[in-house]
């Protein structure tokens, strides 16, 4: 590059700074990165400071209901950093690690506690949605999905290419993969094929150092920790390669409701003790909410909803029902065949004949959301009574109607004949299923009240919830579950919240950082420590 175009460069960097923000770490950073990127034209389009309005437009963007619910203060972005190929990863990683400037690195999606764009400290974002790019093998029965992609996307893609063939994930398509693969991915083919990372069989890294690694070269405790234990700990990862699974043309969905009135207890008892066991090719999801009864004018009710998906026909599923479940009452109008690709609209919640090409695009309309948001996480290992169910019941009166959830996501097959140690993430044989709780509002000033509400309800269900430890699935971050220091963080304090989401492999965990990261440069509040 010749002189006067680093010049160029750097002068654009630095008139994106007000003085505000344009203290000697950033310039020192600006300065750096000017001489690694290589094409000046390019700086515009991937640099983007509080002086740009581009960085209001992509901070705004990040689809989230989020309220940062820790007690320290947090800064925004000094830089959002939106590379368009690797190499300007490794330059931003280099003149960060060289000028000891924080980053944190957000894919396609969500984030429930907002880690990765906001800390208490000085940083940078690294921005990963221009690699989003998706190829298909359909011979090989594989695919290479770029970490900044959607679940929606990588479902559109798949299915463009194939009828009979598919990938497990969330149900959200606007969930990016790069956390969600690293944390799990729990789905609703989870029974059938396990989760997400259990079908991950290759991927693209970039180390502390720069260099960028495929399985072979990271070698196979980094590839296995970054599939279940939270790929930003160790390193940037730029790409996927996972396993493409065989499905049926014709999938079977429902989703049937009952409330109390129509013996939803008694159904959702019943439901704990077969939803872990049924057929693997079936997975009968539950959703909880609160709202006005049907049937009783001024009063409310606890609706459960039977949201169910069978990888194959209405004929197969309806026996199987009826041997597992008859209390339910499942008849064939309650059911409705389609392609796989078709349920994931209905999944998400889309109308019916909704066009799957909006699966794709859908994130981009997902942007500036106005409403705040907290959630947790539990493992269920025996049946809840009907006593402790009623007691959940009594709890959803005391919030807004509607503005709480509780969703149990069954177990078993797949996911229980997995090890605990196959991968980091550990929830396998024994769980019956898992409950994310969550709570919507729109008003600040409401915060105190729902937050207050949501940890009253995981106080009550401890005594019906996994112990020593009480567990949590990664994906579903939860800060009040325990925080890293500014600093160094010790292994004793990130046990805490380490081994709820993690179990024993947080220790194999802890292990991988030391080697790999030992200076601790990839952190946030919930990251692995090296041992120190």
């Known amino acids: 590059m010749t002189t006067f175009k680093k010049l160029t460069i750097f002068l654009f960097l630095s008139l994106c700074l007000s003085s505000s923000w344009a203290n000697n770490t950033h310039d020192d950073f600006l300065e750096c990165l000017s001489h690694k990127i290589m094409n000046s034209n390019s700086v515009s389009q991937v640099i983007h400071t509080p002086n740009n309005s581009s960085y209001s437009t992509i901070y705004n963007s990040f689809p989230d209901k989020l309220l940062i619910t820790s007690n320290f203060k947090r800064i925004k972005p000094s830089i959002i950093f939106t590379p368009i190929d690797e190499s300007q990863i490794q330059a931003a990683i280099h003149c960060s690690k060289k000028h000891d400037l924080q980053i944190r690195i957000r894919g396609g999606g969500h984030d429930y506690e907002g880690i990765s764009y906001i800390s208490e400290t000085p940083f940078i974002i690294i921005d990963l949605r221009n690699l989003r790019s998706i190829s298909i093998d359909t011979e090989d029965k594989t695919a290479w999905i770029q970490a900044g992609a959607t679940l929606g996307e990588v479902y559109y893609r798949i299915a463009e290419k194939s009828k009979t063939l598919a990938f497990v994930g969330g149900v959200c398509p606007t969930v990016g993969v790069g956390g969600h693969f690293s944390g799990g991915g729990y789905g609703m083919m989870s029974r059938k094929f396990g989760t997400a990372a259990d079908n991950i069989i290759d991927a693209k890294l970039i180390d502390v150092n720069g260099r960028i690694h495929d399985r072979e070269s990271m070698g196979e405790d980094l590839f296995w920790a970054i599939r279940g234990g939270g790929g930003t700990s160790f390193g940037l990862i730029i790409s996927w390669k996972v396993k493409l699974l065989n499905i049926p043309e014709k999938v079977t969905v429902f989703n049937v409701t009952r409330t109390l009135e129509q013996n939803a207890t008694q159904l959702v008892y019943k439901w704990q003790h077969i939803a872990h066991k049924v057929d693997d090719s079936l997975l009968l999801r539950l959703f909880l909410r609160s709202s006005q009864s049907p049937f009783r ?55 019916s004949g909704t066009p799957i090409e909006l699966l794709p695009i859908y994130w981009k309309f997902t942007t500036n959301q106005t409403e705040f948001f907290k959630g947790k996480s539990d493992y269920v290992q025996r049946p809840i009574s009907i006593d402790g169910l009623e007691g959940i019941w009594k709890l959803f009166n005391q919030v807004g109607e509607n503005a709480a959830e509780l969703q149990f996501s069954p177990y078993g097959g797949e996911l229980s004949d997995i090890s605990e140690s196959e991968t980091p993430f550990p929830h396998r044989d024994g769980n019956i299923f898992m409950i994310h709780y969550s709570v919507n509002w729109e008003k600040m000033e409401s915060s105190e009240k729902h937050l207050s509400w949501i940890r009253k309800l995981y106080g009550y269900m401890a005594s019906y919830v996994s112990k020593s430890p009480r567990a949590a699935y990664f994906n579903y971050r939860d800060l009040d579950l325990g925080v890293n220091n500014k600093g160094n963080t010790s292994h004793a304090q990130a046990r805490i919240w380490g081994e709820k989401y993690f179990k024993n492999n947080f220790d194999r965990l802890v292990k991988v950082k030391t080697k790999v990261d030992p200076t601790n440069f990839f952190r946030n509040e919930q990251s692995i420590p090296p041992l120190v």
Do not use: H
């Open 297 to 351: 004018r001024g009063q409310r009710t606890v609706y459960a909803f039977f949201t169910t998906l069978f990888l194959g026909g209405v004929d197969e599923l309806l026996p199987e029902m009826q041997k597992s479940f008859p209390e339910l009452g499942l008849v064939k109008e309650d059911c409705i065949e389609m392609s796989w690709i078709e349920s994931i609209l209905f999944f998400a919640g889309f109308p």
